[in-house]
C-alpha cells in the first residue's frame, strides 16, 4: 500500500490552463514525442470504485485501486463543476500492495462538502491516463451544527454472497438513501473463513446464486485470498456507490481473519514468525489495512484503535477488541490474566476520553458488552470475572473521571437492539446510566437476539432478529438486516438514535439529553 503522500496546494484555473498549455508547448517540440494512445486497455483503469475515511475538520484520506502499476492522480474542490481546485495529489499503486493506493488530502475547508476526482495515470508513461471517477465527503464542523451517521457490520458472511438478482447488497443502498455524514463499520467486512458458493438453497426451495471467483471460493489462508475477500465484496454496485459518496470510520473484528481469533492460537501450516506473532494474523492485517481508507498511525504501525474527532459535538472513539486479547475461550473456570483490550489500549481510551472537550464521545466497539459469549466479554450473571474487571475499570474510571455522554455502538451479533445500562440493576454498581446500541447484519445470515446478564445491569429496550420458526442464518432476501442511524441536534445537542431496517423503516428510536454537567475536578495521572 503506498504510504499517502500530502496533497498540494490547489490551483486557480488560469494557472491549470496555463501549466497545461506549457506542458502540451514542451511535449510538442522535437520529432520523438511519443504519441498519445487511446485505446482503453492501454490506460490503467480503478478496478474497486474509490473510497474516502477518517474525515476531520480538515483532512480526509482517500483510496482507489488500480489494475496494473500506476500512479493515482487525486484533485478536490468545494463545487461538483470543479471550477477551481482546491487540492491536488498522487500516489504509487504497486504490485506489492495489490495495486491499492491511499492519500491524505489536508487543510481542506471545515464544514464542507468536499468533491474528489481520481484517475490513474500510467506508472512508467504519465501522459497515459485512465477514466476519472469522482467522489464525495463532507469535513467536519468546527461550529456546533448537526451531524448524522450510519453505523453497522458484517458483509458477506454465512455464505451469502452477491445475487444480483434480488438486489446485490441492498443495505448500502438504503444506508445511502440516509445521505449520512460518515459510516462506521464495526467489523466482519468480509468473511475470511466463510466460502462463497454458487447456490443456496433457500427455506422456500428457492435458489441463492452468489457471484463466485476463485479467491472467494475457499477458506483465505494466502494474502491473495484475503485481498480477494476485498475485491469480491466491492463487486457489488450498491457498494460502490455508497464507498463513493460516504466516508467510513473502519474497525475491524473476528471474521478480517479468522472465527473468534485471538493473537496467539489463531494460525495456519505456516505458524507463528519469530517474535510469537501468527503469520496468518499478519496477512489478513494486511490485507485490512490495504483495503481500508484508514490514516497511518505513525507510533505503530496497524494500529486499528483511534480517535476521531468530528467537530464540537462529537468524538468518536474505535477501539479493538480483538488484537490484545488474552488467548482463551471467556470461561469461568480458565486461569490466568485476561484481557479484551490489553493494558496499552485501556489506558489510552482513559487518556483521550479525559481529554476529548465533545458534548458526545461515542466508542465504537467491534463486541457488546453484556451479550453472554465465549467470544466476548459476558460470562453470564455475577460479579466482574476475567474480561469484564476491564471494562468494571473502565466504567468506573469514567464516573471518577467525570467522563459524560458517553453511548457504545456495535455490531457483530447478527440482529439489532438497544441496552440500557444500569447500576441499579446491576451487580457492579460503580459506574453511571449509559446506552449500547446493537446492528447489524449488513449483508449476511440473521440470528435471534442472545442473552444478557446481570453483572452490569443491561436491560434490552427493543431486540429484532429472526424467529424460533425462521430458524438462524436467515437469508438477507427475507429483509432482517439492520444498521443505525445516530443525530446529534445542533441547537440542543440531544443525540436521537434510530435502529432501521433493510427497507429503511424506523424500528425502535430514542432521544438522549445531553448532561451538561461540569466534571468533579481533574484526575490524577497515576488513575489512568
Known sequence: MAIAIRAKQGLTRRQLLVRSASTIALAGIGSLAKPYLSRAADRPQIACGLQSGDVSTDSAVIWARADRPARMQVECSTVESFKTIIRSGSAAALPGSDFTSKLLLDQLPPGQDIFYRVRFDDIAEGEISGATQIGHFRTAPVEQTSISFVWSGDTAGQGWGIDRSRGGMQTYRTMLENRPDFFIHSGDHIYADCPVPSELKLPDGSIWRNIVTEEKSVVALSLAQFRGNYKYNLLDDNLRAFNAEVPMFAQWDDHEVTNDWSPIGSADATGYAEDGTSR?????????????????????????????????????????????????????????????????????????????????????????????????????????????????????????????????????????????????????????????????????????????????????????????????????????????????????????????????????????????????????????
Open 280 to 528: 496468518l494474523v499478519a496477512r489478513a492485517r494486511r490485507a485490512f489495512h490495504e483495503f481500508m481508507p484508514m490514516r497511518a498511525t505513525p507510533e505503530q504501525a496497524g494500529r486499528v484503535y483511534r480517535r476521531i474527532g468530528y467537530g464540537p459535538l462529537l468524538d468518536v472513539f474505535l477501539i479493538d477488541m480483538r488484537s490484545y486479547r488474552d488467548s482463551t475461550w471467556n470461561k469461568r473456570d480458565d486461569k490466568g490474566e485476561t484481557y479484551i483490550l490489553g493494558p496499552a489500549q485501556l489506558a489510552w481510551l482513559k487518556r483521550e476520553l479525559v481529554a476529548s472537550d465533545a458534548t458526545w464521545k461515542v466508542i465504537a466497539a467491534d463486541l457488546p458488552i453484556g451479550l453472554i459469549s465465549e467470544d466476548a466479554i459476558a460470562l453470564g450473571d455475577g460479579p466482574p470475572d476475567r474480561r469484564e474487571h476491564e471494562i468494571a475499570d473502565l466504567l468506573s474510571f469514567m464516573k471518577r473521571a467525570g467522563v459524560r455522554n458517553t453511548v457504545w455502538l456495535t455490531a457483530d451479533m447478527h440482529y439489532t437492539a438497544a441496552h440500557h445500562y444500569d447500576p441499579n440493576r446491576a451487580v457492579f454498581r460503580d459506574f453511571e446510566p449509559f446506552w449500547e446500541f446493537v446492528s447489524g447484519p449488513l449483508h449476511a445470515g440473521t440470528w435471534g437476539p442472545g442473552e444478557l446478564d446481570n453483572t452490569f445491569g443491561p436491560k434490552a429496550m427493543f431486540q429484532k432478529g429472526c424467529s424460533a420458526e425462521q430458524r438462524e442464518n436467515l437469508a438477507p432476501c427475507f429483509g432482517l438486516q439492520f444498521f443505525g442511524r445516530v443525530d446529534i441536534d445542533g441547537k440542543t445537542g440531544v443525540m436521537t438514535v434510530t435502529l432501521k431496517d433493510v427497507d429503511n423503516r424506523n424500528l425502535w428510536s430514542v432521544d438522549i439529553e445531553p448532561r451538561l454537567d461540569a466534571r468533579p475536578g481533574q484526575i490524577m495521572a497515576q488513575h489512568i
